[in-house]
Each structure stands twice: as structure tokens, then as C-alpha cells.
């Protein structure tokens, strides 16, 4: 069974006319971390939100853990962190009596707080900043306070709404390790950011979110599978009218972008067993007219070539 199941979520925010999220099924494994991508106002803040107990929702059920958030919402939420894009602590206290503040508004006393302040002090690496007031931190040091404020209630589950806005390239990498090292500890982490190559290089798996709407989900290599399989030949010239109208003779749905060939998969009758006789047929036509070929590719391309791809595909 998932760790986390939603099924047929909606939320509509007041004084909206359209859902936020409109029938959301998801579900989330456990030591693994989710990517959401989407444009703004696609709905992935409201997910997490309504999915961490935030904001109610107007219908559907949320399972964490095998409680529902209906009957049981205390204990549901006791399993999030939440780690915001923007600043969620008092700027006028010092680290150590933010942290101190939020470990109290979690029930902990004592050696425990103690004991769990020093835990992600350590963690988020601010131990020798712990007397600084918060407002004087650095951009950098402010988004490990963020963290450290998530991670506070020990939780198996973290969402991260766009951690590493704005940051510079030294915090972004402490983050990113931090999400590996978590998920690598059996944490759950739930990621969104605008940021491709993150998504890529931390998530095992990706939600594509459109108008509220999951439009896709999967690995990356079960997404590329579903809905990018083409070659793509780069050369070093752009082709003149009279070679790009020979080539569109071997493939009627040839594009041709620059000095890049796009041969899609509806070109062929079986994509996967004649990727190499396409591929000979359109090198031989290359080669017979003296063009140079620069890179091959096939099937795998970036994550932001994906996503344009899936948006694309759900509006046609």
C-alpha cells in the first residue's frame, strides 16, 4: 500500500470561480521524492497544502499512512514538514529561539527539544549562527533556517514548495544533498520547483500538473517512453528548400527546425524495431547531400523538452 493516496481531491479557494485542484489521484511511496512540475497557478501549492491539512478540502480522501485526514486530521498532519519558497520564522529572534519557538509549538520540552534542536542545527549546518538573529542572516543561511524549521518535528514527510528560489548555486546544492540525504534515511519528500534539472537529478519520480489537473506521472524514463520517442539530428548547416523538401519525401512529417531534423514516432509503423533503418535512410539522404552531421538523438531529451511535450499532448 502507498504512504500517501489521494483519490478524486478538489479545491476551490473562495471567491474562485474554477478549482484550484479539481479531482486529484495521486499516490506517493514511501523513501521516495515526488517532483510536481507545472506553471504558476497550476495548482501545486494548494496540493501540498490541502494534502499537509492546511486548507480543507471540498471533496475526494487523503490517506497517509493508512489514517484518513476525515477522521483522524491531528495525526495526518503529524507526519508533514513543510519547507516554504519564502521565510516562515520571526526575524527579530535568534535561530536558537526560533527553533526553540517551534519545537515548543510541537508539544517537545526538555531534553527532547533539546535533543531535536540540535538534531537539525546540525543537520541544516547552522550551528555556529544559532545566536545570530534571523533577520540577519544571509539569503542563503535564511533558506537553511527554513529547513531546519521543517524538519523540526522529525517528520516522514516533507514538502518543499519551491526551496531554492532565488538562492545562490552553493545553498542550492546544500538543499539538494539534503533532499538526497533525507530520502536515503527513508524520509518521503514531495518537491515543487520551476527548476527542471532539480527535478531531474533528485526525484525518482515526476507529477505533471496543468490546471489543477495531474495530467501525468512517472519516472522519467516511463514518461520519455509515453511521450517522446523520436530522432533528432542536429548538423552544422540548416538544409536548403530544395534538400528539406527531399527529406520530407522519405518522411512526409519531417521537422525541421534551423539545422535540426525531428523525425517522430507516427512516422513509423513500429517506432522501436526501425529506429535503425530510419536512422540509415535519413543518413544516407544526409550524407548524399554533403550536409555534416553534428549529434544523434533519440528518445531521451531533457526534462523541459518532457514537460512542454506532456502540456502539449493534453491541449491537443
Known amino acids: 500500500?502507498?504512504?500517501?493516496?489521494?483519490?478524486?481531491?478538489?479545491?476551490?479557494?473562495?471567491?474562485?470561480?474554477?478549482?484550484?485542484?479539481?479531482?486529484?489521484?495521486?499516490?506517493?511511496?514511501?523513501?521516495?521524492?515526488?517532483?510536481?512540475?507545472?506553471?504558476?497557478?497550476?495548482?501545486?501549492?494548494?496540493?501540498?497544502?490541502?494534502?499537509?491539512?492546511?486548507?480543507?478540502?471540498?471533496?475526494?480522501?487523503?490517506v497517509v499512512d493508512g489514517s484518513d485526514i476525515d477522521i483522524t486530521p491531528k495525526l495526518v498532519r503529524s507526519h508533514f514538514g513543510f519547507v516554504p519558497q519564502t521565510p516562515a520564522f520571526y526575524p527579530t529572534l535568534s535561530v536558537y529561539e526560533n527553533l526553540h519557538f517551534f519545537t515548543s509549538a510541537h508539544g517537545l520540552s526538555g531534553t527532547k527539544q533539546r535533543r531535536d534542536i540540535s538534531r537539525v542545527l546540525s543537520f541544516s549546518d547552522l550551528d555556529k549562527w544559532q545566536t545570530t538573529q534571523a533577520a540577519r542572516l544571509s539569503g542563503g543561511l535564511k533558506k537553511r533556517l527554513n529547513l531546519a524549521i521543517g524538519l523540526i518535528n522529525n517528520p516522514n514527510i516533507i514538502c518543499m514548495d519551491e526551496p531554492t528560489a532565488g538562492v545562490d548555486p552553493q545553498t542550492r546544492n546544500f538543499i539538494l544533498n539534503a533532499i538526497s540525504h533525507l530520502v536515503q534515511n527513508d524520509h518521503t519528500v514531495i518537491y515543487t520547483s520551476h527548476y527542471m534539472?532539480?527535478?531531474?537529478?533528485?526525484?525518482?519520480?515526476?507529477?505533471?500538473?496543468?490546471?489543477?489537473?495531474?495530467?501525468?506521472?512517472?519516472?522519467?524514463?516511463?514518461?520519455?517512453?509515453?511521450?517522446?520517442?523520436?530522432?533528432?539530428?542536429?548538423?552544422?548547416?540548416?538544409?536548403?528548400?530544395?534538400?528539406?523538401?527531399?527529406?520530407?519525401?522519405?518522411?512526409p512529417g519531417l521537422s525541421i527546425n534551423n539545422n535540426t531534423l525531428t523525425i517522430a514516432a507516427e512516422e513509423l509503423t513500429s517506432f522501436d524495431s526501425n529506429v535503425a533503418d530510419a536512422l540509415i535512410d535519413i543518413l544516407t539522404l544526409i550524407k548524399k547531400h554533403k550536409l555534416q552531421v553534428k549529434s544523434i538523438n533519440y528518445g531521451q531529451h531533457g526534462l523541459k523538452d518532457l514537460y512542454l511535450n506532456v502540456i502539449n499532448s493534453h491541449k491537443v
Open 1 to 62: 500500500m502507498s504512504l500517501i493516496h489521494l483519490n478524486n481531491v478538489t479545491k476551490t479557494h473562495p471567491g474562485s470561480s474554477s478549482p484550484a485542484i479539481k479531482e486529484v489521484s495521486l499516490s506517493i511511496e514511501s523513501a521516495e521524492a515526488l517532483g510536481i512540475i507545472g506553471a504558476n497557478g497550476a495548482g501545486k501549492s494548494t496540493l501540498l497544502l490541502v494534502l499537509m491539512g492546511v486548507l480543507s478540502k471540498d471533496s475526494g480522501t487523503i
Open 197 to 251: 534539472n532539480e527535478i531531474e537529478s533528485v526525484c525518482n519520480r515526476i507529477a505533471v500538473f496543468d490546471n489543477g489537473d495531474v495530467i501525468a506521472t512517472g519516472t522519467l524514463a516511463e514518461l520519455h517512453s509515453q511521450h517522446i520517442q523520436e530522432i533528432r539530428i542536429c548538423t552544422t548547416s540548416e538544409p536548403n528548400h530544395e534538400q528539406i523538401e527531399t527529406f520530407k519525401q522519405l518522411f
